[in-house]
T-cell receptor, first 111, second 113 residues
Framework: GESVGLHLPTLSVQEGDNSIINCAYSNSASDYFIWYKQESGKGPQFIIDIRSNMDKRQGQRVTVLLNKTVKHLSLQIAATQPGDSAVYFCAQEDSSYKLIFGSGTRLLVRP | EAQVTQNPRYLITVTGKKLTVTCSQNMNHEYMSWYRQDPGLGLRQIYYSMNVEVTDKGDVPEGYKVSRKEKRNFPLILESPSPNQTSLYFC????????????FGPGTRLTVT
């Protein structure tokens, strides 16, 4: 597989536990935030997004929380599965549909 | 199936030999973009296009060209590749609007020797 980040922060969780991946963003004027999942050898895949007029949004097994006061975004994955092992990126809309990506977090799921 | 395709997926070339990486999307998206991904640096935008014949520079445009003659295609051109352009390249497209999530292609691994 391909290595997308040799020095990524890594989160290791037990299968079945909940995972929380955190992200600090820089542009307080951003109106749109998004989480992507990238598996080895593949392109980033959309997970969930949220607009700045919300502080929480839920999907299937995933929840995104937005704290605009401290410019913090988090992704919660319930009942983590081996297939959730990947690198996770947060991104914020800058302008003109431009996304600014974080450096990513590697999630490892222990069986 | 809605998708973004890129070709080639892997390419090894030599310094100075012009190359083109193709990108095509079948979702009728107006917005398309190219990124490069390097260890420790994340995804950085090279060029983007808001619509046909409308392109603009991203964060790292030096050494690259793009064109948008048709809505579905957005090729990335390296006129004279150099070793520092060795990277993993992704094309993405988006419909824009209130949910500008971008859909990514599978990536092109380029090595310039």
């Amino acid at each position: 597989g391909e290595s997308v980040g040799l020095h990524l922060p890594t989160l290791s969780v037990q299968e079945g536990d909940n995972s929380i991946i955190n992200c600090a963003y820089s542009n307080s004027a951003s109106d749109y935030f998004i989480w992507y999942k990238q598996e080895s050898g593949k392109g980033p895949q959309f997970i969930i997004d949220i607009r700045s007029n919300m502080d929480k949004r839920q999907g299937q097994r995933v929840t995104v929380l937005l704290n605009k006061t401290v410019k913090h975004l988090s992704l919660q994955i319930a009942a983590t599965q081996p297939g959730d092992s990947a690198v996770y990126f947060c991104a914020q809309e800058d302008s003109s549909y431009k996304l600014i990506f974080g450096s990513g977090t590697r999630l490892l799921v222990r069986p | 199936e809605a998708q973004v395709t890129q070709n080639p997926r892997y390419l090894i070339t030599v310094t100075g030999k012009k190359l083109t990486v193709t990108c095509s999307q079948n979702m009728n998206h107006e917005y398309m973009s190219w990124y490069r991904q390097d260890p420790g640096l994340g995804l950085r935008q090279i060029y983007y296009s808001m619509n046909v014949e409308v392109t603009d520079k991203g964060d790292v445009p030096e050494g690259y060209k793009v064109s948008r003659k048709e809505k579905r295609n957005f090729p990335l051109i390296l006129e004279s590749p150099s070793p520092n352009q060795t990277s993993l390249y992704f094309c993405a497209s988006s419909s824009g609007g209130v949910s500008p999530k971008q859909y990514f292609g599978p990536g092109t691994r380029l090595t310039v020797t």
